[in-house]
Structure formats: structure tokens, C-alpha cells
């Protein structure tokens, strides 16, 4: 069974602190492991990994993917308020016919100012 | 602008009485699903469509159909909701091939009492 686990579950920080948020990961037929943002709402895109050891960056958040030990990390530098949010991992694989996201239960983030 | 759209967007129903949750998107996207969203078990995939007429059961399909008459449209049918069905459900669609991100809608909130 495909498995997705992301840690920590729930954070706590001050602004402008950096945090790193988990993910680590099971999947047969691997194509991507995306990160989405989530506030009371949709899922919202931040970043999709296929290559090992390629940073991803937009502003103060940044990625990078480990397909030897199966795991992803988040970055965000200068955390701000506006950074509050369930942080979703999800892996992207292709069983037969299907390109299925199997998501982790999230990292909820908390940004005290 | 490119926007998946979900209605209703929140709905209380009744215990058996059957109720469809719509689901178009405007990117002439080849591929769409649904997932619902629970606490402690994160998003999980119900039912996907890789095209026109081609649908497959995702991880949670038990009380649910789905149709993919026209491509722009992926509706989800719940034919005698039951209490465990009360959720938040998301639509999602993203172009064919590989690299693609997936779009989701805002979500649709649904109790059934």
C-alpha cells in the first residue's frame, strides 16, 4: 500500500524563524512528489520534484527531493503570519492507467507574530 | 482564468437522498478526480477519469458513482448518502502526460445528517 507520512504534525513558531517540514514516502511506480499549501480551502501548488538533489525555490521556500532515501524537506526562511497553514506532501504515482496523488495528513503550521 | 468549480459548496442533506456534486473545469483537461478530505486521514482519492467515457475506482469508492459524459464535466453522485459520507470533497483536473500539475477546486462541504 502506497504511503505517504509527513512530520511534524503540528508547529509552532515566531515570525521570522526558519522551519523544515518532512516528508517521507512509500510508492510503487513513483513520478513526483508535489507540496501544496492549504488554507481553509483548496490545496494551492508550491512545488513538484521528479530529480534527486535539484532545489526547487520560490521567495522563502525551497525543496529538494531524495529518491535514494525517499524523502522531501520544505524550507521556509523569515517565516511570516501569512505562512499559517496545513502543509500538504503529496507522491504522484502511475498504477496501470491511473496518475494518483497519495497525500500525506499534512503539517500544520502555526506563525505567531 | 483556469479554475476548476465545484457546486454546491456547502450542502446538508438527509440520510438517503440522493444528491450530485458537480465538477467542471475550463483547461480542456484530459484528466479529473475527486477526493474527500477527512480529519486524521488527509485527502484520499474516490474516483478518476482519465478521458471521455474511461472512469476507475480510486481508494474510497464504496457509495459513490461518477460520469464523464462530456469532457469539461466530472459530477459526483452519491445515491443514498450516509453519515460516514459527511466530508469535504475536492475536484481536481490536470492536462494528460506526465509533469503536470493538478488544479483543484475550492471544495465542497457536505454533512449528511
Known amino acids: 500500500e502506497d504511503k505517504v507520512v509527513q512530520s511534524p504534525l503540528s508547529l509552532v513558531v515566531h515570525e521570522g524563524d526558519t522551519v523544515t517540514l518532512n516528508c517521507s514516502y512509500e510508492v510503487t511506480n513513483f513520478r513526483s512528489l508535489l507540496w501544496y499549501k492549504q488554507e481553509k480551502k483548496a490545496p494551492t501548488f508550491l512545488f513538484m520534484l521528479?530529480?534527486?538533489?535539484i532545489e526547487k525555490k520560490s521567495g522563502r521556500l525551497s525543496s529538494i527531493l531524495d529518491k535514494k532515501e525517499l524523502f522531501s524537506i520544505l524550507n521556509i526562511t523569515a517565516t511570516q503570519t501569512g505562512d499559517s497553514a496545513v502543509y500538504l506532501c503529496?507522491?504522484?504515482?502511475?498504477?496501470?492507467?491511473?496518475?494518483?496523488?497519495?497525500f500525506g495528513k499534512g503539517t500544520l503550521l502555526t506563525v505567531n507574530p | 482564468e483556469a479554475q476548476v468549480t465545484q457546486n454546491p459548496r456547502y450542502l446538508i442533506t438527509v440520510t438517503g437522498k440522493k444528491l450530485t456534486v458537480t465538477c467542471s473545469q475550463n483547461m480542456n483537461h484530459e484528466y479529473m478526480s475527486w477526493y474527500r478530505q477527512d480529519p486524521g486521514l488527509g485527502l484520499r482519492q474516490i474516483y478518476y477519469?482519465?478521458?471521455?467515457?474511461?472512469?476507475d475506482k480510486g481508494d474510497v469508492p464504496e457509495g459513490y458513482k461518477v460520469s464523464r459524459k462530456e469532457k469539461r464535466n466530472f459530477p459526483l453522485i452519491l445515491e443514498s448518502p450516509s453519515p460516514n459520507q459527511t466530508s469535504l470533497y475536492f475536484c481536481?483536473?490536470?492536462?494528460?502526460?506526465?509533469?503536470?500539475?493538478?488544479?483543484f477546486g475550492e471544495g465542497s462541504w457536505l454533512t449528511v445528517v
Open positions: 477519469s482519465m478521458n471521455v467515457e474511461v472512469t
Open positions: 481536481a483536473s490536470r492536462r494528460g502526460g506526465s509533469g503536470n500539475t493538478i488544479y
Open positions: 503529496a507522491v504522484a504515482n502511475s498504477g496501470g492507467s491511473n496518475y494518483k496523488l497519495t
Open positions: 521528479t530529480s534527486s538533489g
